[in-house]
């Protein structure tokens, strides 16, 4: 049976309390702020109301794994509070594609995370130890007992409190072979080489594995653009779940369990052939392609909700992203600021800084004691491969300062969506 729908916000404009979490159900109340849908703002999506291109997908013919994936999702919705529709909709897939492993070119990681304690991390991985193919607990686990645990039939590893890992600079350090593990598991046919018994025999070991990773924070960048992320949230008043029991619960998703295996063991030659259109490119097209093609395979609703939630939460990772100190960020900033004097052909660094640390929405005028410097300024964009140098101003004097055209590459790669650089534009 499926989960009942949260109702549409039908309301009168002069309501005096906002729309009710229904219990054992995900939040929808803020959705609008956590992903745009289809790129766009909430606040367009609201006056506009137009579906976009993956909202028009039609329905499919359901296979049995149509039924038992909605199964699952109720299942999953009882015990745990996603942030939205969404991202219930990809962990239910996610699971699902952990009994298909042999079939998928890359591993995708499930990222869990959240800004804080008691936010359902812990919760969803006790669901996902139940449901998903041989789950592998590797909490306090060294890296080479990880690997050594790896073999041509896939675990999937499920890794808590990744916060003691990687949670600083200095641990993460200590941990670096574990994030090396994580990296390279993603993509099949990446090994790690080392020698074994009295007379040191080099020897291959598997790294391919599907993985959930749960913890406080945001895991290294590596991990986490290798991944489906997962932005748990505190229960909010009105929002309720039931408790879980592992004796009484988990027999009752060991048999969804064993039915989704049942199901998906005959069609893993299938799944190897398919490529379906994804409605996102690169590494992230990689990471959801297994998603979707559960969905397909599947068929009814599901085809539509895997390319939905794909497109959804990998726009609302980009604009995290941007809104994040430092790497994108800084470079969709600089490109307003060009923006607003009029795209000139170079800026100095004063004049750069001073439109920088003079925003009071940005994080630069609190980046130092006295906010964003020259030096740090060109830290950052140093990993872009941007440098600064002598600039004509005006009244014919140089200064130090920044070429416009040393931006176009990098504003096109990382930030396309604030004020659009054309080919053409960038060339001239």
């Known amino acids: 049976m499926n989960p009942t729908s949260p109702q549409s916000n039908d309301a009168p404009l002069n309501a005096s309390w906002p729309p009710v979490a229904i219990p054992g159900q995900p939040d929808r109340r803020h959705e609008a702020e956590v992903s745009a849908a289809c790129g766009q703002s909430a606040a367009v999506l609201a006056e506009a109301a137009i579906p976009c291109e993956i909202d028009l997908i039609p329905d499919t013919e359901a296979s049995e794994g ?188 060991h048999e969804i369990r064993d039915r989704i295996a049942q199901w998906t063991a005959p069609l893993a030659d299938r799944a190897l052939q398919l490529e379906p259109e994804m409605p996102v490119e690169d590494r992230a097209a990689d990471t959801w392609e297994p998603l979707v093609i559960v969905a397909e395979l599947a068929g009814g609703p599901w085809p539509r909700l895997a390319r939905q939630a794909c497109k959804r939460m990998v726009d609302a990772e980009v604009q995290t992203e941007e809104n994040n100190p430092g790497g994108a960020k800084i470079l969709a900033d600089i490109r307003r600021t060009f923006h607003a004097a009029g795209d000139p052909d170079s800026i100095t660094t004063d004049q750069l800084l001073l439109a920088l640390n003079g925003d009071h929405e940005a994080p630069w005028a609190e980046w130092g004691r006295g906010g964003l410097t020259p030096r740090g300024l060109g830290s950052m964009l140093r990993e872009f491969g941007i440098s600064s140098g002598n600039v004509r101003i005006g009244d014919g004097t140089q200064r130090k300062g920044y070429m416009r055209h040393k931006f176009t590459d990098a504003w096109r790669r990382y930030c396309p969506a604030v004020y659009p650089i054309t080919l053409a534009s960038s060339v001239s």
């Open 66 to 253: 149509a039924e038992l994936l909605a199964q699952l999702k109720a299942r999953i919705a009882r015990f745990v509070i996603l942030p939205s529709e969404e991202a219930l909709d990809a962990t239910t897939l996610w699971v699902a594609a952990t009994h298909l492993q042999k079939s998928w070119q890359h591993a995708p990681r499930l990222a869990v995370v959240g800004p804080a304690k008691r936010c359902g991390k812990s919760r969803l991985l006790d669901v996902l130890t139940e449901t998903v193919h041989q789950a592998l607990l590797t909490v306090n686990s060294s890296p080479a007992a990880v690997f050594r645990s790896i073999t041509e039939e896939p675990p999937t590893l499920l890794v808590d409190e990744a916060d003691t890992i990687f949670g600083s600079p200095k641990v993460a350090e200590k941990n670096e072979e574990m994030r090396g593990l994580l990296n390279a598991g993603h993509q099949r046919d990446r090994y790690v080489l080392r020698v074994v018994g009295n007379d040191h025999t080099p020897r291959r070991f598997h790294t391919f594995a599907m993985a959930a990773i749960a913890g406080i924070g945001d895991l290294p960048d590596t991990i986490m653009d290798r991944s489906i992320v997962i932005r748990m949230r505190r229960r909010a008043e009105g929002e309720t779940v039931s408790p879980y029991r592992s004796e009484r619960d988990r027999p009752g998703f």
